[in-house]
């Protein structure tokens, strides 16, 4: 049994299995997902798990070297979460966004119900 970090088995996998330039997306529960990229999906009821605490701890498992967000999440509280996650995510359109799914690695779905709280996550390394 592991210590410590994330104990969900697929997504401790998915997230140990990435590399350098890989990207992975933390969406909420209304974002359509493409069928061709595996999704790890944690929701159980809206709200559960909330964005913020999927992010933080996928953010506590891999190096970060950048990150895109919708440019609606400006002067929202998805901002602030993100802020607090010390993220500054590149601004792009929604509809970008979306089209960008199909190219990360995998997505982890969350059960968060607040608009726009999606983010693409570009891993980098820790040497």
Known sequence: M???GIINAPLSGALAALGHGH?????????????SVPVIDLS?????????????????E???EGAMAARE????IVEE????AGLTPSSISHEELKRMLSGVQVIVRTGEATPYANVILRCGVDF
Do not use: N, Y
């Open 62 to 64: 891999i190096v970060v």
């Open 23 to 35: 990207l992975v997306a933390i969406a909420d529960c209304g974002l359509p997902l493409p069928a």
């Open 44 to 60: 159980l009821v809206r709200g559960i798990p909330s964005f913020p605490d999927v992010l933080a701890a996928v953010l506590d």
């Open 2 to 4: 592991k210590k410590a």
């Open 81 to 84: 979460w993100m802020d607090s």
């Open 73 to 76: 999440v400006t002067g929202s």
